[in-house]
């Protein structure tokens, strides 16, 4: 009845099937820590909701024993005697079902309806079509019918407490198909010309030209390379509400946000085969970027945070997107990304610089993207030197594009600003073998064994090769089996999933493995990626990682760790790595 697998299988619990463009996913995963027995129609529309509840049903209409199977393009719930239901996405807002020897219950996943929660369940007329209306998500799933199918209805029209839904089933024993819809308000009857299949192979051709545009490089060394730009390519979503573009979700889990750090790595996998979606991707924060030039914490469907920041990675990602790109930037682009890199640097130095103080500082841990990381156990209100480091960076890179668009007094004050604070940050901040974090308000400064003290190291090859030569010692003391732990491991305060007091992540990963490679440090270089890159082949693109199992914690599709894994693997492939 259906076509053999294409593509990597993978498991709904870790990984929510959908498609590129789309806002919800089929998962049983409802929230963080929240796990159903059945399948889900979860929207990522006004924050992450479960909508409908999928069952599978036997030929009594009771709950059929199935298992699930999903590749890119195809999931299917299979019985035990080889009845199937098959789901694939026609459109961004719609899948297709087909089944056989196997029924489908599509019912509201919330019971209980009330004047501001929960689903209403009627027959539209107009449609012919059973339509569910939800609160949370301010949108409307509708059901359509169609060859062979028969519906039994169930709680249309009721309110309080109902079990509200339609049970569907072959009409004579055959094969049956329906439609579901993500819609607002209303729309023509739903209609299609295409067959299941042909839907089905426009499905998986949409994602193997996906991948073959961003990894043309995979081969049986990078195995999980696949799967890496499924995640990516099915946690797409188009330009809704504040998403201003087409954007990469952090997942189409519970972290169905776009953090305004985690955005650059995404970026950077795409430029090379998805230059614009890149761009986009980049560029995205920016759109809400505020009067004093601060980008927000994160943006999605329906909300901007402005609570908290992000570390200025942006100087050092826009620097790598721009040798990724196969086509540069044209002068006008240039000219709004340095507008907008000036603001957010000028941010920094002036709004997160205490009056006479040389470097900036961060309010909350929140904002350098390490939200619990030891080096803010003695205090909140820290100057830290990655903060400044990363700055350097975006100041080298500011100079780089004021001199190419012909300022050059510009280019000049923005290299002495950059020499400034680095002079600033080695005075200031290193002691002896390691850098040091300091008390904006009274100048304690401490250690902590948390690897963000150690990030300087992406200066590369702007640090003195004493100091690169120590952080490289010390970064070898963060080193386990599957990368590096973000807090030492000898540490008392290590915790297993202690967030980033502990756990290994993509984005730490990355910086480390790029400013070591540039500071001359190739060896370990190699080593952080191919710990890392076996990481992720053995235990997917979790959140974060137990630096002592391995084991994926917390959202187990994060974007941001596949990409990371894109990358490396690729970087690895361009160095002839088998």
Known sequence: MTAAPSGPAFSVHDIPFSTYGSWFGISPVLAERTRAEDLHLVSHQNGMHAVLRLVSLDARGGRAETRVEATPGLLSWIGRDGGRVDL????????????????????????????FSGTYFFHDPAANAHVFTSYETGRRYRVTLLSGARGEPAGAQALGGADRGV???????????????????????????????????????????????????????TPAAELAAYVVWSATVRPTGLVTRPAVLMSKHWMDKVWSWDHCFNALALAPGRPL?????????????????????????SEVLHNFVKPPIHGWAFGRLRRRLPVPPGTDELATIYDRLRRWTDFWLTARRAPDAELPYYQHGNDSGWDNATTFDPARVVVTADLTAFLVLQLHQLA???????????????T??????????????????RFVARDAATGDTWRSASLLDLMPVVLGEHLPAEVAAA?????????????????RTTSPHYLADGYWRGPIWAPATVLV????????????????SARFRALCETHGFAENFDALTGTGLRDRAYTWTASSYLLLAEAHAHRGGH
């Open 88 to 115: 694939v996405y026609a459109s961004p807002d719609t899948v297709r079902l087909r089944g056989s020897g196997l029924g489908l219950g599509v019912l509201a996943a919330a019971r209980t309806l009330t004047p």
């Open 167 to 221: 049970a569907v089933t072959a009409d004579a024993g055959g094969t049956w198909e329906l439609a579901i819809e993500e819609l607002d308000t209303a729309r023509p009857p739903y209609g299609s010309t295409a067959s299941f299949d042909e839907i089905l192979r426009t499905a998986r051709r949409s994602f193997a030209e996906f991948v073959d545009d961003i990894a043309p490089w995979r081969s049986a060394a």
């Open 277 to 301: 979606l890149a761009l986009h991707q980049f560029s995205l924060p920016f759109d809400h970027q505020d009067d004093s030039g601060a980008l927000p914490d994160s943006v999605t469907h």
């Open 400 to 414: 780089m594009l004021a001199a190419e668009l012909g300022r050059p007094d510009e280019a000049g004050g923005w």
């Open 416 to 433: 002495r600003t950059a020499e400034d604070l680095q002079a600033a940050l080695l005075d200031q901040l290193w002691d002896t073998d």
């Open 471 to 487: 952080l490289a010692d010390h970064i070898k003391t963060h080193l386990t089996p599957y990368g590096l732990a973000t807090e």
């Open 513 to 528: 493995e790029d400013g070591l490679r540039r500071a001359g440090h190739h060896r370990l270089a190699d080593d952080i």
